[in-house]
């Protein structure tokens, strides 16, 4: 089988989120299952620099679209073992970050990648790489699934490979005006109204969801909640309109980064048999975080963007009630929206005893808030997947979690009666209330059920995760598919 991977982003080479590490470990994963795989992304700078000093691109290539004539290379790399084709076109990816300049997102990202979905399948053409499957990830390669089924439907090279579209986020779908697109003409093979937003508005997520041979989400929770108007990103009808395409796989975890018995970023390491090491990793998480080192408060840690869907519309009036109240410290490691930094600092200010915040990014200091708290926060609106709560779960710092999408799929919330089971705290209702409920529970059972926490600890620490399981998934889907 040979499989064609699509993605605006790969760990490794560029990151802002969980599809780049899904977009590196999986692909991975299937070339370990004898999958013939290749990757294809955006050159931006950050892959440029990866590449051997003096190595030559391939001779130019040009792709017409109607009176667009577009002139771009292609780069091998393999930092990983699988090899990466980077798309080189420096009037759309010769940008320092992927998607936005900081502020805004860029005006041309509709151009952009239209071209780039295009352009993968044009280079796999040239390399003569032709695809069994086709597996494409959000809206920056959404398209690539309309153009295998319009404007290349004759083309013999594609006539046996099926299209996959993993829906990462559903809440970003990519909606351009055509008349930023240069090779719009292209568009008028459309025959669904759905694709469109609004009067020549073109929403990307739309344009895979309707084509794309099968769908999936990142979990099973997260692919129901599509097919609801609660959950569904005001796309709903269009999920119901392909129920039949679609399916959760939930992700796995990369237990080689993330070992608390390895792990490098660690002042100590410790095992679920012999916890020593953890107590020291809170301790310099305190201090670290400007906190005063206490051994007997619950220390709940929390590493996130600073976004609503992560749920700080919750936790921070749950934050300020709990504060004042309890005896516990919490430490927030993140960046994003003006207002709710701003929140954040003024708690912190407030209470500069019990609330520490680190306004950036680190992977040492994230590793460290996983490594050094009793409990990590994930409040979250929605939540596709979530990798963090199994990175809490694998160091012993038990999830406080919302039972949402992938959240749901895997903390299971302790109650009276399931300890034996339950590997962290959960809440339903997305409202402070829910949240403050949940803080006074996890404290509660921190501060006089010492047994029961070392026990949730315990199952927590044992619970697993493992890519192999999600690649297998993904490779009955692909068989399905071609069967």
Not at 82 to 100: G, K, L, Q, S, T
Request: net charge negative; hydrophobic share 40%; glycine share 6%.
């Amino acid at each position: 089988m040979r499989v064609l991977f699509l993605a605006s982003e790969v760990d490794g080479l560029i990151k802002t989120g969980g599809l780049a590490d899904v977009a590196r470990v999986l692909p991975i994963e299937l070339q370990n299952n004898d999958v013939e795989v290749a990757i294809m992304m955006p050159c931006y700078p950050q892959v440029k620099a990866l590449l051997h000093p003096g190595q030559e691109a391939p001779e130019q290539i040009t792709m017409q679209l109607g009176s667009t004539h577009y002139v771009y290379h292609v780069h091998e790399l393999s930092p990983f073992g699988v090899p990466v084709y980077a798309i080189d076109c420096p009037e759309y990816f010769n940008r320092e970050r992927p998607y936005d300049d900081g502020q805004h997102a860029y005006a041309d990202n509709g151009e952009r990648f239209s071209f780039f979905a295009m352009a993968a399948l044009q280079t796999a053409q040239m390399l003569n790489y032709k695809p069994d499957i086709v597996h494409c990830n959000d809206w920056h390669t959404a398209l690539a699934p309309f153009f295998l089924k319009s404007v290349l439907r004759d083309n013999s090279f594609f006539a046996d490979t099926r299209s996959v579209l993993t829906v990462h986020n559903g809440a970003y779908q990519g909606n351009y005006d055509l008349n930023t697109i240069h090779f719009a003409h292209t568009f008028s093979h459309f025959t669904e109204e759905g694709m469109y937003d609004s009067y020549n508005i073109i929403n990307f997520l739309k344009c895979g969801v309707l084509y794309a041979d099968a769908i999936n989400a990142v979990s099973p929770s997260y692919a129901q909640e599509l097919l609801s108007p609660l959950g569904g990103h005001n796309m709903s009808h269009i999920f119901q309109r392909r129920s039949e395409a679609l399916t959760g796989i939930l992700n796995g975890c990369d237990y080689g980064e993330w070992n608390s018995e390895t792990d490098s970023y660690l002042t100590a390491n410790y095992t679920a048999d012999d916890l020593a090491g953890k107590a020291v990793c809170k301790k310099a998480l305190q201090q670290k975080m400007g906190l005063p080192p206490k051994a007997d408060v619950p220390l709940f840690a929390m590493v996130s963007r600073f976004t609503d869907q992560k749920g700080f519309s919750i936790l921070v009036p749950a934050l300020e009630r709990f504060l004042e109240s309890g005896d516990a410290q919490v430490a927030i490691v993140g960046s994003g929206e003006k207002a709710i930094t701003e929140a954040l600092e003024r708690l912190a200010a407030k209470h500069p005893n019990r609330l520490g915040l680190f306004v950036g990014y680190s992977d040492a200091l994230s590793h460290q808030a996983q490594a050094g708290a009793d409990y990590f926060l994930m409040p979250s609106i929605f939540e596709p997947c979530g990798l963090t709560q199994m990175f809490s779960l694998a160091y012993g710092s038990l999830p406080v979690a919302r039972e949402v999408g992938g959240l749901k799929d895997t903390v299971i919330g302790y109650t009276n009666d399931n300890s034996a089971a339950a590997n962290g705290i959960t809440f339903i209702d997305p409202n402070p209330e829910g949240m403050y409920w949940a803080l006074e529970k996890a404290a509660h059972l921190y501060q006089d059920e010492p047994e029961h926490y070392r026990q949730i600890q315990q199952n927590a620490m044992a619970t697993r995760f493992f890519w192999q399981e999600a690649t297998e998934q993904y490779l009955a889907l692909y068989h399905k598919l071609l069967s």
